[in-house]
C-alpha cells in the first residue's frame, strides 16, 4: 500500500522545493524530475538525516543503488535528476559541495537515427498515400500521408503532430499554431504551397461534423 505523500522532510526539503519551483517557473513540466526527488527524500528520512552535512557520496550512492535500474538510460535519468539538483544548490550557495560522485552508465543498445533522403521519403508517403480504408478508418491512406508530410516537411514531433486541432491551421498565413510543445511553449510553423495544398486536399475530404475547430485535424472516426 502506498503511503500518503505528506510534503518533503528531509533536510533537502526547503531546497527541493525552490528547485522544483525554479524550474516550473521556466515552463518545465517536472512529473519525472519530482517523482524522483520525493524518492530520495524519502530516502535520507528514513535514513533518519538531520542535516544536510550529512549527505555523505556513499549515502547519495545507496539511494542511487536502492532504486533498481537495469537499463543504463533509465539509470542515468536518475542520476542526473539528482546531480541537477545539487548542482543547483551549489550555484546558490546553499550547499558547498556536491556529494554526487557516480559515473553516467555507458549506453549500447541506443538506436541510431536514420535521415529520409528525399526519394526514400517520396516512396514512404506513395506508400502511404495508397494505404486503403477499413471499416474503422476510414481516409486511412490520405490521413497518413498528410501526418508523414507534416514529420518529415515541417520536422514536426510525433505528439505535435497528434494534438492539431483545426483551430491551429492558419492558411490564409500558411502557418500552423503548434501549442504546448517542448517546455510548455506554443510556436508557429510557416509551410509553404505544396504542404498548404495536401492540407488543405485532406480536409476537403473530410465531412463536416469532423471540421470544427475543437476536434483533432487527425481522425479515424467513422463518416456519417
Avoid at 505523500?5 to 525552490?18: K, N
Avoid at 492539431?164 to 500552423?176: E, G, K, T, V
Avoid at 503548434?178 to 504542404?195: D, H, M, N, Q
Wanted: net charge positive.
Amino acid at each position: 500500500m502506498t503511503s500518503r505523500w505528506t510534503g518533503f522532510r528531509s533536510p533537502l526539503a526547503a531546497g527541493i522545493e525552490m528547485f522544483l519551483g525554479h524550474k516550473r517557473a521556466l515552463g518545465y513540466h517536472l512529473r519525472t524530475t519530482e517523482s524522483v526527488l520525493r524518492l530520495l527524500d524519502r530516502f535520507l528520512a528514513d535514513q533518519h538525516v538531520e542535516m544536510i552535512e550529512a549527505i555523505t557520496p556513499a549515502l547519495i550512492e545507496a539511494f542511487l543503488t536502492s532504486r533498481p535500474r537495469t537499463a543504463p538510460r533509465s539509470f542515468n535519468q536518475l542520476l542526473g535528476i539528482v546531480t541537477c539538483l545539487f548542482d543547483w544548490l551549489i550555484a546558490r550557495d546553499l550547499l558547498p559541495r556536491s556529494p554526487v560522485q557516480a559515473k553516467p552508465r555507458r549506453t549500447t543498445a541506443s538506436r541510431l537515427p536514420f535521415l529520409f533522403d528525399p526519394a526514400t521519403a517520396r516512396r514512404l508517403l506513395d506508400a502511404a498515400g495508397d494505404l486503403s480504408d477499413t471499416r474503422n478508418t476510414p481516409l486511412r491512406g490520405p490521413t497518413y500521408r498528410t501526418i508523414f508530410a507534416l514529420l518529415y516537411g515541417l520536422g514536426l514531433r510525433v505528439s505535435e503532430v497528434a494534438r492539431l486541432h483545426m483551430r491551429d491551421i492558419d492558411l490564409p498565413h500558411q502557418l500552423l499554431v503548434v501549442r504546448e510543445t517542448k517546455f510548455a511553449k506554443s510556436r508557429l510553423v510557416p509551410f509553404g504551397p505544396r504542404i498548404g495544398d495536401l492540407v488543405v486536399n485532406y480536409l476537403e475530404r473530410r465531412t463536416p461534423t469532423l471540421r470544427t475547430a475543437d476536434l483533432p485535424i487527425f481522425s479515424f472516426r467513422k463518416r456519417r
